[in-house]
């Protein structure tokens, strides 16, 4: 029998930068908490996503269809943008009735899952401006022109133990249970033009 390939990618990115299509993963184990970035746009699991909804298992497609999957700006989402409601709309006409926080990132953060993200969206997130750190040592990592040009990618955790530790022809357990950040590339055929549409005949009166 053929052997299945580990990603089957059949997305799209039309003149409205919203993902159509679908794609699927062979892997041999599911990837919770998942996001997926793809031009200005990020794509990850509403509030109201059940715990079902927040797993992709192995060969379920996924589609910004399926249900629950917020959309937000890239780098609003990078940088924790949130809308906040203002108490005082309702006494001053003036004032909007909710207001855009942003949350600065803490360089001191130790959570794997973040600090993947940001290394890989480096520039989309503003950069060392935003950051306050520079990425000379990752930045073979950073992904940002790829993600904004011709590619996505969907980042998450897997609970499973990729790799193990031996010493002395013994496996070192860790003591904690094992967590495994994947981060894969999918490939997004580009629409530039819409169907039906025509270019414009320069020598056309």
């Known amino acids: 029998a053929p052997v299945k390939a580990l990603l089957d990618s059949q997305l799209t990115l039309p003149s409205s930068d919203l993902l159509e299509g679908q794609f699927q993963h062979q892997l041999p184990f599911a990837i919770r908490d ?51 409601e203002n108490p005082n709309a309702v006494r001053d006409i003036n004032k909007s009735s909710s207001s855009q926080v942003s949350r600065p990132w803490d360089v001191a953060i130790r959570n794997p899952l973040d600090i993947l993200l940001m290394t890989s969206l480096y520039q989309s997130a503003g950069g060392q401006l935003f950051v306050k750190l520079q990425n000379e040592t990752l930045r073979r990592d950073e992904v940002s022109d790829m993600v904004d040009l011709n590619g996505a990618v969907l980042i998450g955790w897997a609970d499973t133990e990729l790799n193990s530790v031996q010493l002395n022809d013994e496996t070192v357990s860790p003591g904690i249970p094992s967590k495994t950040i994947v981060r894969l590339f999918l490939p997004v055929r580009r629409e530039t033009t819409t169907a039906g549409s025509q270019e414009a005949d320069p020598k056309a009166p």
């Open 34 to 84: 998942w996001a997926v970035f793809c031009g200005n746009r990020a794509y990850v699991p509403s509030d109201k996503a059940t715990d079902a909804e927040r797993i992709l298992q192995p060969a379920v497609p996924w589609s910004r269809h399926r249900g629950n999957v917020r959309i937000a700006e890239l780098r609003d989402f990078l940088r924790g943008v949130r809308l906040v």
